[in-house]
């Protein structure tokens, strides 16, 4: 039978790489690109070198080295080659924390990254993302197997250098240092045999200093796969042999698997030590080496590795040599009490062995996060029945609603059934099949449909979050305690909600559900900022999370906590700023990235004609009273508030403004109590407007005025204070109107808190420590008579300059 063709021929996909003569000036143009941030690809044939150029320059970089790659055995776990470099688990199945928990361990190193043909997904579609903040180098092999659209993807955001071919005085350095003693017109034929491949050079040079003076023909052909078999048949039998193992393995291997042919390889410099293990200097070498043993060699390699192995591992191997039955036996053991990936390889090759078991393959990928896994692993199993389920549960994940529902008309009668059918429901039916579904079910025990009828009840979705963590379903309980979350905010409940997302981020953090963790640590931020509690801190906290790559929904939150607490502390430039970047914000979220664009140029003296279209909750009810101030500033007519059941306090102030009374503002006023200080400020400010008493309206400006300046609501106080002088109530504010003695260095710190950098850039920035930066602030507050940073910066922007301009 003839052998197999080699492995990892498949066309290159079309690229321009940068033009460079020789190796060095290949070094040189890395070295260049990667300066700052950014991504360099070196690209060549198996065995050109790209290696070796990745190990020069990090030799001659002045920044820490993490160092990881690819294997071939292995190609399919997710972040393998991250892991390997940082030497820790990564959160493979979310990109934006998978990017920030790789540059939480690099930052300030340089990170390398070979044998890219054989990364996962993950890592591929990260590294340009990593390369925004740090410098990436990485080697990919062309051709190869990878997919057109992520491998464009990487290649776009890309300094794409392709290995040079060797020179003469190159190639004549390499079989020099390989085998001296070898005559110029010997070398000059090898490397015509090597077909300008240096590890095949560098092989052939080895061998033909211990064959005497007959050389190898130069006329054989020169293409680097042909080269590379010639080296291989070249070693000793035992060399072959090990350099086989090493490619079926795909990994590094212990010297005892490859028996004598390891010192065999070590010497010929196609294996290197790797700790205790050694490694192919070139797998594609082991790739070839494997591929040319006949049928039964290679039968008979894989059943001794299977002996060698334990495993997922242990069970390919056994099923490439033939062994179906001790392979499924091995994969079902591997997969009982494994961790969510391990599972889903092991079972997601049982399926393939029996489909008997394609639909807890299936099961086990979608826990994985492997959802294209689990659809292509159902079409191996019987339509109907849990197949139906399961193929529903994919489709629902991949985003086809309609096909999931369709799905669903083959699956059989239950409560996971009815779960999804209520998930998948048009809007307009959810409501009808929620009632039939509760009569349905009066004594309900799944975690899953409890969930789903919970709805926006916090008390059913604190009970239905116990209910799961109590079943072990640790996806439907953070989802309850998301919905939780949200419905106590809508409920203006915003002490609670945030309390509720703090315990639920420090569960996701000892559970490392990272995506988790941030989300609902950027709720808690939220509601916060909403509420007018430390605005201070939650900007210096919020901008320390911001500083990593987040989920959509955790980046747009944090980004609109920010930009209202820049807002209400006077920083007004900075978050308008801000929003004008939340183009990209989740659906969900577009009512609240809307209402805080329109409340942020309201606070700015510059309201729009009328307030965004709102919503239902919270934000669409402050979306209303955002509408009634710009309307009574504006002296327009205000957009009517629909009907909804508002929370009680947005339908108390709602209620003012239509009589525009004192006493209902002072009622809503109240209703705001230790809710929310920002609405209580404002419905004070309400009140001072539409009574017809002196005296009450400056009662209302100062009480105004005490709870906007003990927030830091200074935008609000400064409202209060220019109502208060329109009744010929003064503040002594000359202190803080005055440059107050700052230094230049105090002057220069809060210039840029004023820009909203926390103080960890300020000190990257002025090249000062942290606790410098704070002695600056705190200083400067002293001498503005400022009660918070933000404050400060803006008092010293808001002063004239030395010297008497402005």
């Not at 002045?62 to 776990?77: I, N, T, Y």
């Not at 061998?207 to 293409?223: M, N, V």
């Not at 797998?283 to 001794?304: C, K, N, Q, V």
Request: charged share 20%; glycine share 10%.
């Amino acid at each position: 039978m003839a052998a197999p063709p080699t492995p990892g021929l498949a066309p290159p996909i079309a690229s321009t790489p940068l033009g460079v003569a020789n190796r060095d000036d290949a070094l040189r143009a890395m070295a260049g690109a990667l300066a700052g941030p950014g991504l360099v690809v070196v690209t060549g044939p198996p065995g050109s070198g790209r290696t070796r150029l990745l190990e020069r320059l990090a030799r001659a970089s002045k920044r820490p080295v993490h160092a990881g790659g690819g294997l071939a055995m292995l190609s399919g776990q997710p972040a393998l080659a991250l892991e390997r470099a940082t030497r820790a688990r990564m959160p493979a199945d979310d990109l934006p924390l998978l990017a920030e928990a790789v540059y939480s361990r690099t930052r300030g190193g340089l990170l390398v990254i070979d044998d890219l043909q054989w990364c996962d997904a993950a890592t591929l579609a990260v590294l340009p993302v990593l390369a925004e903040r740090l410098p990436v180098a990485a080697a990919l092999r062309i051709p190869n197997r990878l997919g057109e659209d992520a491998l464009a993807r990487l290649l776009a955001a890309a300094t794409v250098i392709a290995v040079p071919e060797l020179t003469e005085a190159e190639a004549a350095a390499l079989v020099a240092e390989a085998a001296p003693a070898l005559p110029a017109t010997r070398a000059a034929a090898l490397a015509s045999r090597a077909g300008g491949n240096p590890l095949a050079l560098t092989a052939l040079a080895k061998r033909a200093a211990h064959t005497g003076p007959g050389e190898p023909d130069a006329g054989l052909p020169g293409d680097p796969a042909s080269a590379a078999a010639a080296a291989i048949a070249d070693l000793p039998r035992a060399g072959r042999t090990a350099l086989a193992v090493l490619g079926l393995l795909g990994r590094p291997a212990h010297p005892s698997l490859l028996g004598e042919g390891a010192q065999v390889l070590a010497d010929a410099g196609l294996a290197v030590a790797e700790g205790p293990f050694l490694r192919p200097a070139s797998p594609w070498m082991a790739e070839i080496a494997a591929g040319i043993l006949d049928t039964e060699a290679r039968r008979s390699m894989h059943e001794h590795l299977a002996d060698a192995t334990q495993g997922v591992e242990s069970a390919r191997h056994a099923h490439a040599a033939g062994l179906a039955a001790r392979a499924l036996a091995t994969a079902l053991a591997a997969a009982d009490g494994a961790g969510p990936q391990t599972r889903a390889e092991a079972l997601l090759l049982a399926a393939e062995i029996d489909p008997a078991h394609a639909v807890p393959a299936a099961r086990a990928a979608l826990e994985a996060g492997r959802t294209n896994a689990a659809l292509a692993v159902l079409d191996r199993a019987p339509a109907g029945g849990d197949t139906a389920v399961v193929r529903a549960w994919a489709l629902l994940a991949v985003g086809e609603t309609g096909r999931a529902r369709a799905a669903l008309n083959d699956a059989p009668e239950g409560p996971e059934t009815d779960q999804l059918r209520l998930l998948c429901a048009p809007a307009a039916e959810r409501a009808l099949l929620a009632e039939e579904l509760r009569a349905a079910y009066p004594d309900l025990a799944h975690p899953g449909l409890a969930a789903a009828l919970a709805g926006d009840d916090p008390d059913a979705l604190a009970a239905a979050e116990a209910l799961a963590r109590d079943a072990g379903d640790a996806t439907t309980a953070a989802w309850c305690a998301w919905s939780r979350v949200i419905a106590l905010a809508d409920a203006a409940r915003l002490v609670e909600a945030e309390a509720v997302a703090h315990e639920a981020a420090d569960r996701a953090g000892a559970d490392g559900a990272y995506s988790w963790q941030t989300r609902f640590l950027a709720a808690a931020a939220w509601c916060l900022v909403l509420s007018g509690t430390g605005l201070d801190n939650v900007i210096a906290a919020a901008q320390s999370l911001a500083d990593h790559a987040l989920p959509a929904v955790a980046d747009t939150l944090i980004a609109a906590s920010i930009a209202l607490a820049e807002a209400d502390t006077g920083a007004l430039g900075a978050a308008r700023a801000r929003l004008s970047r939340l183009h990209d914000a989740p659906a969900a979220l577009d009512g609240l990235v809307a209402w805080l664009e329109h409340e942020t140029a309201w606070l700015d003296g510059q309201p729009g004609p009328e307030a965004p279209e709102a919503q239902p909750g919270l934000v669409g009810g402050l979306a209303h009273i955002t509408g009634r101030w710009i309307a009574y500033d504006t002296g327009t007519e205000p957009v009517a508030a629909d009907a909804t059941p508002w929370p009680a306090p947005v339908a108390t102030t709602l209620a003012a403004w239509d009589k525009a009374a004192p006493g209902p503002f002072a009622q809503a006023a109240s209703a705001w109590d230790g809710l929310a200080a920002r609405e209580q400020v404002r419905c004070l400010l309400a009140l001072a407007a539409h009574s017809g008493e002196p005296q009450a309206a400056v009662a209302a400006l100062e009480a105004a005025e005490r709870i906007a300046d003990e927030h830091g609501l200074i935008v609000l106080a400064g409202r209060a204070r220019r109502g208060l002088r329109r009744h010929d109530v003064r503040r002594d504010r000359r202190s803080a109107r005055g440059g107050g003695g700052l230094t230049d260095r105090e002057a220069e710190v809060l210039r840029h808190v004023a820009s909203g950098h926390p103080s960890r850039r300020i000190a990257e920035i002025l090249g000062i420590t942290a606790e410098t930066v704070e002695t600056h602030i705190r200083s400067g507050m002293r001498k503005l008579g400022a009660k918070t940073r933000t404050e400060a910066a803006v008092l010293l922007s808001a002063a004239p300059a030395e010297g008497g301009e402005g």
